[in-house]
T-cell receptor
Framework: DVKVTQSSRYLVKRTGEKVFLECVQDMDHENMFWYRQDPGLGLRLIYFSYDVKMKEKGDIPEGYSVSREKKERFSLILESASTNQTSMYLC??????????FGPGTRLTVT | GENVEQHPSTLSVQEGDSAVIKCTYSDSASNYFPWYKQELGKRPQLIIDIRSNVGEKKDQRIAVTLNKTAKHFSLHITETQPEDSAVYFCAAVNTGGFKTIFGAGTRLFVKA
């Protein structure tokens, strides 16, 4: 059974802080994704990675960066958190048949 | 840019009735169309998918149809039950497989 875990379920940060969200998968998947989920907007892709140290921008990369130093771990970084980054963040990994397995999500509140 | 439109945004049905959710995609290179179900407070999970070489696929009470010419695909749930209440997302994946474009979601309520 594929397991994708995220470092925090809930996080509260102040404006301007640097925020790290971590995601770990245990199925040796090459592809990993970070999405942001907002009501009425569905899931929007922030960044994805198709291999260690490889990354590509998604649809809304502004204000975010990522790091993938090991195959199983994909980190999302908010360089300077802002209130408009308050959202649910979902990590996913993808198998060779294109099915995506999601983590439980991190609800981030920036005050 | 490429997008997926999903309708309706909210759907309320009586237990035992059928529910239909429709999606339209714009990227002609899309060839894989998954549907995810997200229950309240939980992660999205794949419930059914269809690939472009197939027109219809069924799994017990759920079915998906695909019309590549019109760039439409739909989810059909028959004999709905209260546990079907959730948000459903359609998605379209291009041939490279890296980019998955999700619809905005449909919140389904099944009234007992």
């Amino acid at each position: 059974d594929v397991k994708v875990t995220q470092s925090s379920r809930y996080l509260v940060k102040r404006t301007g802080e640097k925020v790290f969200l971590e995601c770990v998968q245990d199925m040796d998947h090459e592809n990993m994704f970070w999405y942001r989920q907002d009501p009425g907007l569905g899931l929007r892709l922030i960044y994805f990675s198709y291999d260690v140290k490889m990354k590509e921008k998604g649809d809304i990369p502004e204000g975010y960066s990522v790091s993938r130093e090991k195959k199983e771990r994909f980190s999302l970084i908010l360089e300077s958190a802002s209130t408009n980054q308050t959202s649910m963040y979902l990590c996913a990994s993808r198998d060779t048949f294109y099915e995506q397995y999601f983590g439980p999500g991190t609800r981030l509140t920036v005050t | 840019g490429e997008n997926v439109e999903q309708h309706p945004s909210t759907l309320s049905v009586q237990e035992g009735d059928s529910a239909v959710i429709k999606c339209t995609y714009s990227d002609s290179a899309s060839n894989y169309f998954p549907w995810y179900k997200q229950e309240l407070g939980k992660r999205p999970q794949l419930i059914i998918d269809i690939r472009s070489n197939v027109g219809e696929k069924k799994d017990q009470r759920i079915a998906v149809t695909l019309n590549k010419t019109a760039k439409h695909f739909s989810l059909h749930i028959t004999e709905t039950q209260p546990e079907d209440s959730a948000v459903y997302f359609c998605a379209a994946v291009n041939t490279g497989g890296f980019k998955t474009i999700f619809g905005a979601g449909t919140r389904l309520f099944v009234k007992a």
